[in-house]
């Protein structure tokens, strides 16, 4: 128990605490301590009710069966592993950016939850994360099942392919996804890339709750000019404004690189 206790201490503070709920929620459903109607997002409830709870709770609850439960760990894998690679790579010392992110893709995935009548939103937010990583990382190689080998740019696609196959819906990843673009395109392509007004920038108070470690750049309206961070175990550098982020890396067990 205290090697559990070590690698859980052992991630980063706000994927901890993410990954934390994102099992004792769904738990608490499966126990029947709270009906699990009451977790999920549902509009006129929200609207008319002022059910307010249930935007946090549908994002941190899923329905765990027999039928679900495979595609339930797998995502929540995919949580902690690249909200943790985030968080400690582009994000590292910046929380306050990191929870800007998760808040804004969080609220665009709810708005589009209301519109669309979705009762869960735990994988959207996941895919969101997943796929403002693979922005970072887009040359990275990473190897997926059977043998399959692509750079991560790809990486949010297939996982949306093969989410279908084990029984997820188009629409969760499709959202989170196009969340995630959203999210790098206001806050790095369009303003650098593009030369376009910043749109986005973390609020002031943020800092304040989360100063900035170890020389970090307060703010996210601009994005950096080399690689914000390089992944943990590559290796490479950056050459002439292009990614170089080394070797692949392997997703624990998953098969996954």
């Keep these: 128990m205290s090697d559990i206790g070590d690698w859980f201490r052992s991630i ?20 029947g301590l709270i009906n699990f109607r009451n977790l999920v997002l549902i509009p006129e409830l929200v609207l008319s009710r002022f059910q307010l709870w249930r935007p946090v709770t549908a994002t941190l609850f899923f329905p765990i069966s027999p039928n679900t439960g495979f595609l339930y760990l797998v995502n929540l894998y995919f949580l902690y592993h690249y909200s943790t690679r985030l968080e400690t790579g582009a994000f590292d010392g910046r929380p306050a950016d990191y929870i800007f992110m998760l808040f804004f893709n969080w609220i665009c995935i709810v708005i589009t939850g209301m519109l669309m009548d979705m009762r869960l939103l735990m994988i959207p937010l996941i895919m969101s994360v997943l796929y403002v990583w693979a922005q970072f990382n887009k040359d990275t190689v990473v190897s997926f099942w059977f043998g399959t080998r692509f750079k991560a740019h790809y990486l949010p696609w297939v996982i949306l392919i093969f989410n279908f196959i ?3 819906s188009f629409v969760n990843e499709v959202t989170g996804n196009l969340v995630g673009h959203l999210y790098f395109f206001l806050m790095f392509k369009y303003p650098v890339d593009l030369g376009g007004r910043a749109f986005l920038s973390t609020p002031e108070f943020l800092y304040r709750f989360f100063p ?8 996210f309206g601009v994005a950096p000019s080399r690689p914000v961070a390089q992944e943990q175990g ?7 404004g292009r990614h170089n982020w080394g070797q692949g890396f392997r997703l624990g067990g998953m098969g996954v690189e």
């Design 12 to 31: 980063p503070f706000i994927t901890r605490s993410w990954f934390a709920a994102s099992l004792a929620v769904p738990l608490i459903g499966k126990l």
């Design 166 to 168: 084990i029984g997820g």
């Design 212 to 219: 900035s470690r170890r020389g970090g750049v307060s703010g």
């Design 234 to 240: 590559g290796g490479g550098g950056a050459a002439r």
